[in-house]
């Protein structure tokens, strides 16, 4: 730890943007965008931080600026301690960072995994992909999409435990909504005009996304849409449940099957 508090007093001598961070394990450090690499590379090459362990992203939700912070944990071999440093991004519609490929090859992976989960590119990258998404998955995982969640209820921040019944939608939905609702809303499989074909399009293109989400092999002639649970229930029922029950077989259910 003495080594770690040494390096921050160091970079705080050295770098006015840089100030000390709060938190409960290591010591860590808040470092402007522009003055990313320089420090790294001081941690690195000055003060023994010699291993990049991981590299992660904080999404602070649509409301507060900057909503998008990088971290980067960096352990010492030789002192066996760790420094945290975190840099926010400029930009929250386009966040980016620069990469610390050059500093470190394995930095590599770390980013490729925060571009795909956060939407945080690192220009200079030799090759970020996505790394656990498939390539055209539109969204990212990790960013706090949801707009309900943002809310304070009894002084207390919200806690949503009823997807099940309701499932609340992120950004991405709302806003795929009103965008079709504004400019393509039409009869769908109806209708022979331009926007129902768009919609027609639309409404298939979903099925096939959905269907290589979960993993089915014929997306265009696997995936049925139903409003609900329940709904999907019935149709199961009343399809293949009236072809291979009979009198006297027995339907299990869990305790969590309380309709």
């Known amino acids: 730890m003495p080594a770690a508090l040494d390096a921050v007093a160091a970079l705080k001598g050295r770098w006015a943007g840089v100030t000390e961070r709060a938190s409960l394990d290591h010591p860590a450090v808040n470092v402007p965008a522009s003055d990313l690499l320089g420090v790294l590379a001081a941690l690195r090459d000055e003060h023994g931080y010699d291993l990049l362990a991981d590299v992660t992203g904080v999404d602070w939700t649509p409301g507060p600026r900057p909503r998008f912070t990088v971290v980067y944990h960096l352990f010492s071999t030789t002192s066996h301690d760790y420094v945290r440093v975190a840099a926010d991004c400029a930009d929250d519609a386009s966040p980016e960072m620069p990469t610390a490929t050059g500093l470190w090859r394995g930095a590599d992976w770390h980013e490729r995994e925060v571009f795909d989960m ?5 220009p200079g990258h030799p090759d970020l992909r996505r790394i656990l998404m498939w390539d055209e998955y539109p969204h990212f995982p990790l960013r706090k999409d949801f707009p309900l969640l943002s809310r304070t209820v009894h002084d207390r921040p919200i806690v949503y ?25 039409a009869n769908v499989h109806r209708g022979v005009y331009a926007t129902a074909e768009e919609s027609t399009n639309l409404y298939e293109n979903a099925r096939l996304v959905v269907g290589r989400f979960i993993g089915a092999p014929d997306p265009a002639h696997e995936i049925v849409f139903t409003k609900n649970t329940t709904e999907s229930i019935n149709l199961v029922a009343h399809t293949w449940a009236r072809a291979n029950l009979h009198s006297g077989d027995s339907i299990l259910l869990t305790e969590m099957e309380h309709h």
């Open 118 to 122: 956060f939407g945080i590119r690192f």
């Open 161 to 185: 435990l009823d997807s099940a019944s309701s499932a609340l939608q992120p950004h991405a939905v709302i806003d795929s909504m009103a965008h079709y609702y504004e400019t393509t809303h």
